[in-house]
């Protein structure tokens, strides 16, 4: 196991009990919807456990990602553990890249005003410079990623 630095801590009320929110958030698909990271493969098992993900994404920048991420802990109406592996390759280059070490996010279901504080916290392997230089435009996209789940599940438009 690798030992993981704090990244990113942020939640959102979402107007839902628990367990429809954790049911929504056990298929990547939907933790995803909308977003600029597009999932092109997942495979969600009945325990959680196991759950894997394929996800691309063209960065505001030369280059290109990939993750991959699985399941690691799912403790129902309460917390998904996923392990993420970003690749990355320079834009227009076949695809020789670099695998980093994963990242963890750990997303937490808790009972809050009759509904429920979905909250995500992101842990890295190491803050490294190009994390610190990221670090606002990942805020940005995984609350806006938040902000998506909890308009789905409200019935509302997304924000």
């Not at 839902?16 to 298929?27: G, K, L, Q, S």
């Not at 990242?103 to 279901?109: A, K, N, P, S, V």
Request: hydrophobic letters at 35%.
């Amino acid at each position: 196991m690798t030992a993981t630095q704090p990244y990113i801590d942020l939640a959102v009320h979402v107007d839902a009990p628990v367990h429809r929110v954790f049911e929504y958030c056990r298929d990547p698909r939907n933790l995803h919807a909308g977003d600029p990271i597009e999932v092109v493969d997942a495979h969600v098992t009945e325990e959680g456990v196991g759950t894997t993900a394929e996800l691309t994404y063209d960065a505001p920048f030369p280059f290109d990602e990939d993750v991959e991420f699985t399941f690691t802990e799912v403790v129902p109406d309460e917390r998904i553990v996923f392990d993420a592996v970003p690749t990355m390759w320079m834009r227009g280059h076949h695809r020789p890249h670099h695998e980093f070490p994963p990242d963890t996010f750990t997303w937490t279901f808790e009972p809050e005003n009759r509904g429920t504080r979905l909250g995500v916290h992101v842990s890295v392997p190491e803050v490294t410079l190009s994390y610190r230089l990221g670090r606002k435009s990942m805020e940005k996209r995984v609350q806006a990623r938040l902000d998506r789940i909890a308009a789905h599940i409200e019935g509302r438009a997304a924000a």
